[in-house]
């Protein structure tokens, strides 16, 4: 199963706060010289630049509030700043070039990487031509290959925190023992399913499954082959269920399976193929491992305690029902 779509949460959270810092640094060192230059008379290089302060302003103040709308930086700011860049370059020259540094460093900071690539190609096709051609040529030749450079090594630097924060958010979310996802999402993932219902009718179904006498298992065998048993019903659940679906390790030796849109019937289906694979799957020599299942698809009106309830209720029903069977 793939990381879960959590991920994304916390990357908007990442250019959140980067992009809060990028504004608020913008703000500090980019307004003295939007006003300077008025004062110096050049007043469409002190307009562009003020476009950039009021972009910057609105986006900080808006992170402030708990308000992130990265069109905003998408959309307006990344083609404010480019035009900007060129109309600096054309009228400063190497001054207006040195203003490309750190504009680098924000589109890596402000956006996804795809994005922030695309706009660096940009900025370095719309940027460097100019220079070109306001700047005696060993020069140009320099801001080209530094500029370059600094591109290069910002996307390196990102793409390791990139690579670091997805670790860290999979360790933070995943059972290390079965691959399967912990209770740390579970209740967010349920109240997303119930309101995804809400709005399109999509039917929702929770297979809750429980392994038959678990604990006789680790007391006869030992915990190591507790621990087999654990992994096996992890290889079962990933080859068994839909990449859409959700898979979790409620602790223990009870799983949870969201199904997304499942109906009872299907649910049913499901539980059964699974109650069956477990069954003739291959745990440990000469000791059979069953699961109680209890399935329940979401009702009208239904919070997602009272379904998670009933799915437990179900479960119960299932072990005490003889075990080895499924209860929906």
């Not at 349920?190 to 809400?198: C, D, G, H, K, R």
């Amino acid at each position: 199963m793939d990381p879960p779509a959590q991920k994304f949460g916390h990357e908007v959270d990442f250019r959140r706060k980067t992009t809060l810092g990028v504004a608020l640094v913008g703000l500090l060192f980019l307004t003295p010289f939007a006003i300077n230059n008025f004062f110096q008379g050049r007043h469409f290089l002190g307009a562009g630049s003020l476009a950039i302060v009021a972009i910057l302003a609105v986006n900080a103040w808006g992170i402030s509030r708990g308000r992130y709308y990265p069109s905003l930086t998408s959309l307006v700011l990344v083609p404010a700043i480019l035009f900007f860049l060129v109309l600096s370059v054309r009228t400063q020259g190497i001054v207006g070039a040195l203003w490309c540094y750190p504009a680098v460093l924000a589109f890596y900071f402000m956006l996804p990487e795809r994005k922030a690539w695309i706009a660096n190609v940009f900025l370095l096709g719309l940027a460097l031509p100019q220079v070109w051609g306001v700047v005696e040529l060993s020069l140009a030749a320099r801001v080209a290959v530094t500029l370059l450079a600094v591109s290069v090594f910002s996307a390196i630097f990102i793409r390791v925190i990139t690579d670091q924060q997805e670790k860290l958010q999979a360790q933070a979310v995943m059972d290390p023992l079965t691959g399967l996802l912990n209770r740390t999402l579970l209740r967010e993932s349920l109240e997303q399913a119930v309101m995804q219902s809400i709005r399109s009718g999509v039917p929702m179904t929770l297979v809750n499954l429980d392994i038959d006498h678990f604990k006789a298992i680790n007391d006869s065998l030992g915990h190591d082959a507790g621990d087999t048993v654990l992994q096996g019903m992890g290889e079962v659940f990933l080859k068994r269920v839909r990449r859409v679906d959700k898979l979790f390790r409620q602790g223990g030796e009870e799983f949870l399976a969201l199904l997304y849109g499942t109906d009872w019937e299907n649910g049913q289906r499901v539980a059964e193929d699974l109650r069956y694979a477990i069954a003739s799957y291959a745990f440990l020599p000469d000791c059979p491992v069953t699961v109680s299942v209890g399935v329940a698809t979401l009702l009208p009106g239904e919070d997602w305690r009272k379904w998670m309830k009933r799915s437990d209720d179900n479960l119960y029903r299932a072990k005490s029902g003889g075990r080895n069977q499924v209860v929906a």
